[in-house]
Nanobody, 121 residues
Framework: QVQLVESGGGLVQPGGSLRLSCAAS????????MAWYRQAPGKGRELVAD???????NYADSVKGRFTISRDNAKNTVFLQMNSLRAEDTAMYYC???????????????WGQGTLVTVSS
């Protein structure tokens, strides 16, 4: 019904940059919050950043000043610009969203398949 597809992951050297994208498609009336999570090997899921439609972004302390979340609401897309990448940023990155499919419908909470970010020299 609603799908999220991430892209932009890959291998990058420490200090480098990557830009992740996540596009929502399907039956979408509106999207409230869009968010990025990550999960490193042996660790739990961590909220990296989120942003409510028309609101201000929020960031985990570990990425403040280095990552920027942004949205293109007309295209139902969220981005994560990652600068000054460190080895500890290596993880699978997932996007999620709160999606209303109709004017009066129940809100859905889909997740993408994830995109792998590897920071290594």
């Amino acid at each position: 019904q609603v799908q999220l597809v991430e892209s932009g992951g890959g291998l990058v050297q420490p200090g480098g940059s990557l830009r992740l994208s996540c596009a929502a498609s399907g039956s979408i009336f509106s999207i409230n919050v869009m968010a990025w999570y990550r999960q490193a090997p042996g660790k739990g899921r961590e909220l990296v950043a989120d942003m409510i439609s028309g609101g201000s972004p929020n960031y985990a302390d570990s990425v403040k000043g280095r990552f920027t979340i942004s949205r293109d609401n007309a295209k139902n897309t969220v981005f994560l610009q990652m600068n000054s990448l460190r080895a500890e940023d290596t993880a699978m990155y997932y996007c999620s969203a709160d999606v209303r499919t109709t004017r009066w419908g129940v809100i859905l909470h889909p997740w993408g398949q994830g995109t792998l970010v590897t920071v290594s020299s």
